[in-house]
DNA sequence: GCCTTTGTTGTACATTTGGATAATTCAATA
DNA sequence: TATTGAATTATCCAAATGTACAACAAAGGC
């Protein structure tokens, strides 16, 4: 039966890399980077395996992509909140929104954490991967610090700093308590207990700003 | 050349098992689970391939094992300074005596994490893993929970549990962190860290124990 | 000292899978 | 309509995978 050839269909450069990167990120976080194979990734992209090599020069060059297209998602979804309603917000409120930001999904997400896994061993191993991995986590860390460093205390250069390493640390660990066990935790649990953490190793109050979505604004009754 | 063959060396079933669990792990940690071919295993524990099926019913069995060894090493590791010395600490004392294991070598160590990293996906997706992982995770923290709720401070079951939580949580991360950047932090630093936030946590000072080896007793002038 | 038992070796098998690529087909654009 | 280049198909070749199995070597019972 020769008549079942894939439909011929033309995209645009942009439109196929998206999708092959999609696809190699969603392959890694189900079953490891074992998963990710030319055939599979280019099953689930819903192109053929030879497309592959004509958008990247070489499998480990789509696996570099799409680890740095990893890491950045995450700093971007951290801080998303704050990119859209932040600007009035006080520097304690800019704070607690990365904060929470980064403890509820889709940052917290199962599949995120087997993605990260996934390429980890990748990451010790290649370098160009651990160039990667090194520039968008202190990217990570250095916002975090700015916005400590932003709080109304006094804190000289270098406490701002330990007291960024011990708040991602505690971002980090519950990261991976609520990725890993999703079930454990009630919604907004997670980001209640780093808040409340986090405020504890400031030793400054710390308060949620209130998000559109969230919370109404209260001159309306509940309908 | 026939004359190479492997020495023939008749070892305890003990032994044998031993050094396969050992090999995979080592191997695990290494490269991933890709890395732990039968083949492979069977190189580094010095046997060859074949001895394998003769211990374990399917490689899928030595996995689990090995599996098994490492979580029951993790909890055994934080909790080494506890069951040596612990016998004459107070609840605090014991209590901070396993965070601080938790978090120094060789429980902190990026071998370790490759390691869980490793094996996640396999947890993921096979029930039996699935089931030792949940027996072990629960035994470390329950441990944890038992410390704190020893302490003396008043505190009800629910809050017990919910510290026990947070404070697991805190030593994932710091764990994660260290391990994952082992150059980061200076020695002692990331115990520090973690008592410093756990007492933040629970509301009470913690001190860690003083340790034969750590630090020598007050009454010798350092040499 | 033979003989059964069992740990151990070496190898072969059957299959799957890996990334890569050559040749071909098809749609869009000029 | 001619040209171009994206996209498809088929295949290559090698390497590696878990498993099975027959030959081999040492204990230990008798």
Known sequence: MPGDRRP???????TRREALIEAALDLVAEG??????VRAIAD????TPGLIRHYFASKDELTRAAYRRLMERM????????DTHGAGWTASERLAGFVAGSLRPPVVDPLRLGLWAGFLNAVRA?????????QNYHAYRDRLEGLIADLPRWADAARCRADAIACNAV????????????EGFAPGELERIGLHTVSAILGLPLNPPNLPSSSPPPEGPAP
Request: hydrophobic share 40%; charged share 25%.
């Open 8 to 14: 011929y269909r033309r995209e645009s450069e942009e």
């Open 32 to 37: 490891g980077a074992q998963a990710a194979t």
């Open 44 to 47: 689930r992209a819903g192109v």
């Open 75 to 82: 700093t971007a979804d951290s801080g998303a909140a704050l």
């Open 126 to 134: 290649d370098a160009g991967m651990r160039a990667i991995h090194e």
């Open 171 to 182: 971002i980090d660990g519950l990261w991976l308590e609520g990725s890993a066990l999703p």
